[in-house]
T-cell receptor, first 113, second 117 residues
Framework: DAKTTQPNSMESNEEEPVHLPCNHSTISGTDYIHWYRQLPSQGPEYVIHGLTSNVNNRMASLAIAEDRKSSTLILHRATLRDAAVYYCLVPNAGGTSYGKLTFGQGTILTVHP | EAQVTQNPRYLITVTGKKLTVTCSQNMNHEYMSWYRQDPGLGLRQIYYSMNVEVTDKGDVPEGYKVSRKEKRNFPLILESPSPNQTSLYFC????????????????FGPGTRLTVL
């Protein structure tokens, strides 16, 4: 997997946008960028993924830098239920470690009322 | 309901007593995986399976075994548990990894909290 770097923690106020950054400077051309989140006392859940273009779904948006060395998960209006650990993953697209996934420590997002 | 189930959800055991944590999915997924989660270390992959009878090591396989005899089940076996295997364990499954490097969404189970005394 491409190594990813995320801030340990971030804070936001309710109903404000949140931009969660992830650096993945060793990403290769065919690697997808995935985001998961883990709510307290639950297993991780999928949020979004993308390759080159910005992506939107009902949960969030994913903005990918033009050189693909970084990406940003955007929560447009944070709610208290968005308080979670957010993980950025860039798994190998192929090779001997295809199937191996590295989650890392993620970013702890705190949302204040 | 589509889901990944794990049993038991909580287990306290003693050093050296063999145990198995079961994982089952009802979504006909090819890919399954086990993770452990420890404070300060995040989520680390133990073993994964691309399909029946195909398993491979993740980042922290030492002290664990797995088997994949049928598609729906992927048990995690601790032959001789030790206190350093006290952790929160998650099982996950997904449809097959797609061509071109695209990974499908993984579905996680609720977790098994294991304490080894």
């Amino acid at each position: 997997d491409a190594k990813t770097t995320q801030p340990n923690s971030m804070e936001s106020n309710e109903e404000e946008p949140v931009h969660l950054p992830c650096n993945h400077s060793t990403i290769s051309g065919t690697d997808y960028i995935h985001w998961y989140r883990q709510l307290p006392s639950q297993g991780p859940e999928y949020v979004i993924h993308g390759l080159t273009s910005n992506v939107n779904n009902r949960m969030a948006s994913l903005a990918i830098a033009e050189d693909r060395k970084s990406s940003t998960l955007i929560l447009h209006r944070a709610t208290l239920r968005d308080a979670a650990v957010y993980y950025c993953l860039v798994p190998n697209a192929g090779g001997t470690s295809y199937g191996k996934l590295t989650f890392g420590q993620g970013t702890i997002l705190t949302v204040h009322p | 309901e589509a889901q990944v189930t794990q049993n038991p959800r909580y287990l306290i055991t003693v050093t050296g007593k063999k145990l198995t944590v079961t994982c089952s999915q009802n979504m006909n997924h090819e890919y399954m995986s086990w993770y452990r989660q420890d404070p300060g270390l995040g989520l680390r992959q133990i073993y994964y399976s691309m399909n029946v009878e195909v398993t491979d090591k993740g980042d922290v396989p030492e002290g664990y075994k797995v088997s994949r005899k049928e598609k729906r089940n992927f048990p995690l076996i601790l032959e001789s548990p030790s206190p350093n295997q006290t952790s929160l364990y998650f099982c996950a499954s997904s449809p097959p990894l797609l061509a071109g490097g695209r990974y499908n969404e993984q579905f996680f189970g609720p977790g098994t909290r294991l304490t080894v005394l």
